[in-house]
């Protein structure tokens, strides 16, 4: 398993949340396993940040790199560029 976090500043959480959480069946289809958590952070609750664990590198960088994304991320409402962190559990 490997784990990435993204850190993103969103519009409006309250449009982005149910944008992100409809797109759990894409996700699944490339490898994340559905363990997800999602953070706010206390100032400014529309900067985000989510913890996902996928099945391999390799079925993540596909996943990030796949233009569909960018386009949900789009409809979800992302501010700029996200901050991508990819880990393995130490």
């Known amino acids: 398993?490997?784990?990435?976090?993204?850190?993103q500043t969103v519009e409006d959480f309250k449009v982005w949340r149910p944008t992100f959480d409809g797109d759990a069946a894409r996700r699944?289809?490339?490898g994340g396993t559905g363990n997800?958590?999602?953070?706010?952070d206390v100032e400014n609750p529309n900067?985000?940040?989510?913890?996902?664990?996928?099945?391999n590198l390799a079925n993540?960088?596909?996943f990030l790199?796949?233009?569909?994304?960018?386009?949900?991320m789009k409809k979800a409402?992302?501010?700029?560029?996200?901050?991508?962190?990819?880990?393995n559990r130490a």
């Open 36 to 40: 997800n958590v999602v953070y706010r």
């Open 47 to 55: 900067l985000v940040t989510v913890i996902l664990e996928w099945d």
């Open 77 to 87: 409402g992302a501010v700029g560029a996200p901050a991508i962190t990819i880990m």
């Open 60 to 62: 993540l960088e596909k």
């Open 65 to 72: 790199h796949d233009p569909a994304l960018a386009e949900a």
């Open 28 to 30: 699944k289809a490339g």
């Open 1 to 7: 398993m490997v784990y990435v976090s993204v850190r």
